[in-house]
């Protein structure tokens, strides 16, 4: 059975950083491509952040590029999103995903096994 846990979201004013982490469990977990999608109340579920099986090759939304870096430990079966200089309009809920492949994807129905999500609120 394949489980994803986040954790680190939060209540954060504008300017500040929060890591996020989501482990993974019941998957060969570096075999896997990762990636960090959100949603927002009355918005679709879009994509922030993916990452290789290897961690070697990343992508980010023009959104968050340059705020936002994704990593992962593929000893600890585990993908990271650390967010910095975070906006008012960074706010929503934060799943992470694991793709159906090795090759990083942005498209969500790419992803098939998906977290419960951690909510990211940023304060104006």
């Known amino acids: 059975q394949v489980q994803l846990v986040e954790s680190g979201g939060g209540l954060v004013q504008a300017g500040g950083s929060l890591r996020l982490s989501c482990a993974v469990s019941?998957?060969?977990?570096?075999?896997?491509?990762m990636g960090w999608f959100r949603q927002a109340p009355g918005k679709e579920r879009e994509f922030v952040a993916g990452i290789n099986w290897s961690g070697g090759v990343t992508y980010y939304s023009d959104s968050v590029k340059g705020r936002f870096t994704i990593s992962r430990d593929n000893a600890k079966s585990t993908v990271f999103l650390q967010m910095n200089s975070l906006k008012p309009e960074d706010t929503a809920l934060y799943y992470c995903g694991t793709a159906q492949g090795n090759v990083l994807t942005t498209r969500a129905y790419r992803y098939d096994y998906w977290g419960q999500g951690t909510q990211v609120t940023v304060s104006s």
């Open positions: 019941g998957r060969t977990f570096s075999s896997y491509a």
